[in-house]
């Protein structure tokens, strides 16, 4: 088991039963307790358990939404990997537009001082990234920004992306399967990735595999919307195989 789908697991257990410890935990996913301690530290963090002597108890949230907190927290080793490997899909000297997420937010992390490029973003932290880069044309797309994924949405975002054609999309998904497509938990925020799909050539979707199999209230696309997508390793054959099937292109970080 990676590091993401275990504290995603230990956050589970800890709400259901209101406290967790640390060598219970070792012994159950066969790990260190060294292991344990960082999760939980990890989880800390982003304020999703509370650090107790021996364990953790949950910190009382009851949010279906994971913040972007909690996703840095959960999927980092799978979330640096995958940004690298999108480094190759960047088109020299061309255009793409950055969604929101903790993942592209890593990828724009990752870009070149020196690189060359038109970004175009209504993701605050992506743009926070590419600030300082001077090689890059920044556009930062406006709109009511959700506290939650500090992302802009409503008219003013879905206008943006209307008015532009983009080389390439890099874009996020809460959850994803073959057959349900590519989903998250907000309609508005739903309607700027339909929008974004739709102002790019191509479009490269960066998920993390503890995303595949979830389906969330706001579809906004299909595989049939998705050139390629890359995951870690850690995604089941089955669903690959499926996505293939799909006409998507899988690479695996």
Request: charged content about 25%.
């Amino acid at each position: 088991m990676y590091a993401p789908e275990r504290r995603q697991e230990i956050l589970r257990l800890a709400r259901m039963a209101g406290r967790v410890d640390v060598l219970s935990l070792a012994d159950q996913f066969r790990v260190t307790a060294e292991t344990v301690r960082r999760d939980l530290k990890a989880l800390d963090r982003a304020g999703l358990v509370r650090r107790v002597h021996g364990g953790a108890i949950p910190a009382g949230r009851l949010d279906f939404e994971p913040d972007l907190t909690e996703h840095e927290a959960t999927a980092a080793d799978g979330s640096d990997r995958i940004a690298a490997a999108a480094l190759a899909e960047l088109p020299e000297g061309g255009s793409v537009v950055l969604d929101a997420g903790s993942t592209v937010a890593r990828l724009a992390a990752a870009i070149p001082v020196d690189a060359a490029l038109t970004v175009v973003t209504h993701a605050l932290p992506v743009a926070a990234r590419l600030a300082g880069h001077t090689g890059v044309d920044l556009h930062l797309v406006g709109g009511r920004v959700r506290h939650r994924t500090r992302a802009a949405v409503d008219a003013w975002a879905l206008r943006a992306y209307a008015e532009i054609r983009a080389d390439v999309l890099f874009l996020a998904a809460d959850g994803f399967t073959a057959d349900g497509g590519l989903t998250t938990p907000d309609l508005a925020e739903a309607a700027v990735k339909r929008a974004a799909v739709a102002a790019a050539r191509r479009v490269v979707l960066l998920a993390d595999s503890a995303k595949a199999g979830q389906e969330h209230f706001a579809r906004f696309g299909s595989f049939a919307d998705v050139d390629l997508l890359i995951t870690d390793s850690g995604l089941d054959p089955a669903r690959k195989a499926a996505i293939e099937a799909a006409g998507t292109e899988v690479a695996l970080a």
